[in-house]
């Protein structure tokens, strides 16, 4: 009787457990954006990033250009420290097909900056995005 009546309870806390009442979390219902704002339709949004062997491949070629390479030098003259080649970031847009590089540096300050280069040209630096 007494393994009886441990079992019964055992399966009543088991099932209180796993059984519950009440209101299950229901996803919100798609709003539309507010009246005003601009759409999405720039086409700014359409790239990719590249990783891998196509990603090292235009690292490569951009690290033995002239161009990285006077832009390295004047950013280093400048106070700016390099983070190496693992973590530049290479995207691809895919309607214009333009090659985008960002180059992290560091100032002095610790901010952390992107130099930018376009199909091997420097475009600037920018403030690196911390999303």
Known sequence: MKKFLTVL??????LTLFVTTGNTAKAAAPTDSPAGTE???CGCHDVTQLFGAERNKIVSNLIS???????K????NKGY?????NEIEVMKHNVYGVIMVGVPFT???GIVVMAV???GEFMGIQPADSN
């Open 9 to 14: 309870c055992g399966g009543l806390i088991a």
């Open 39 to 41: 759409s999405d339709d």
């Open 65 to 71: 250009s002239d161009a990285y390479k006077n832009e």
């Open 73 to 76: 030098k004047d950013l280093k």
């Open 81 to 85: 420290k390099s983070h190496g080649a």
């Open 107 to 109: 100032n002095s300050k």
């Open 117 to 119: 280069f376009m199909n």
